[in-house]
């Protein structure tokens, strides 16, 4: 079982299809095939389980996991520049004379496409959390372009797929700052010691401190004058470290050793039986987590 190290956040608006096997025959309109020698991208579902389960959905408990897989070619401009000044002195001392712009643009395309079948692949998987309950959707990417990504697949995929942020009444980044500048966090979480402060003005400066009391004067004469709290590193019930952006994602998400022994009696040579205990426990705390903060956020101020 992977265990989410990025969290975007998601709300759906309409109720996803629950029918499992009505959702697999959609997946599988998309499943994930191999780039063809002449193409740069492809993306598709895999089996979560990889070849311990070949569904390309993954329940239980209301819960849906799903994995979106990217291939891409890559070809180092190093590579292609080289190639392409090869072919045009090769050309241009056949020709006894110099290439045209258009034609030295012309030529890099068919450099590009030569090389192409030629490139290595880079692979890179999408884990895609669906909590039917609450109507939450979780993606575990690092930026919101391959989330969107994910999510332009599995619109796709479904015919049609309406999920927006979450969004609040304050500022995510007002909230933080009033947390550290008033000391009074929500219960169950606890401040670490990094975070990254930004001037509301246009010319302002950004801050960035690790191993920082938060509570320090120095930070309190920051926010004095005018920095807002963008990122800030928190700890949830002694059991999950993250870093929470101003736009409400979560990064470098860590389930601590506490938690994840909860399941250390199961014999990892069951790897079906560790796979459902470990996803049960991650959504569980998630989901517990993801309460606690859209209550703290929904609430502020009293």
Not at 105 to 114: G, H, I, R, T
Not at 141 to 146: E, F, I, N, Q
Not at 268 to 279: G, L, R
Request: aromatic share 8%.
């Amino acid at each position: 079982m992977i265990w989410f190290k990025n969290l975007m956040m998601y709300q759906l608006q309409c109720p996803l299809e629950k029918d499992s096997s009505e959702l697999e025959k959609k997946l599988a309109n998309f499943a994930f095939i191999p780039c063809g020698p002449q193409e740069k991208v492809r993306v598709g579902w895999i089996p979560p389980m990889g070849s311990h389960k070949d569904t390309l959905s993954y329940q239980v408990n209301r819960q849906i996991l799903l994995c979106a897989n990217k291939e891409e070619k890559m070809l180092p401009a190093s590579v292609i520049k080289q190639e392409l000044e090869r072919q045009i002195e090769k050309l241009e001392a056949q020709q006894k004379r110099k290439l045209k712009k258009t034609e030295k643009a012309s030529l890099k395309d068919q450099v590009f496409y030569d090389l192409l079948p030629r490139a290595f692949s880079r692979f890179q998987k999408t884990w895609i959390w669906i909590d039917t309950i609450h109507q939450i959707m979780i993606l575990d990417a690092s930026s919101t372009k391959r989330a969107e990504e994910a999510l332009a697949l599995l619109r796709q995929s479904l015919g049609s797929l309406a999920v927006v942020p979450f969004t609040f009444k304050h500022p995510v980044e007002f909230i933080l700052t009033e947390w550290i500048r008033s000391d009074n966090l929500p219960s169950g979480f606890a401040l670490m010691e990094e975070a990254e402060l930004k001037s509301t003005l246009t010319e302002g400066g950004t801050i960035r401190c690790k191993n920082q009391n938060l509570y320090s004067d120095e930070i309190a004469l920051h926010i004095k004058s005018g920095k807002k709290v963008t990122r800030l590193a928190l700890e949830w019930q002694e059991s999950i470290q993250f870093i929470l952006n101003q736009d409400l994602s979560l990064k470098r998400v860590n389930f601590l050793e506490v938690l994840r022994e909860k399941n250390s009696h199961i014999n990892k040579k069951e790897v079906a039986q560790c796979f459902d205990a470990d996803f049960v426990l991650m959504t569980y705390e998630l989901t517990e987590l993801i309460k606690n903060m859209i209550s703290a956020f929904s609430r502020y101020p009293e």
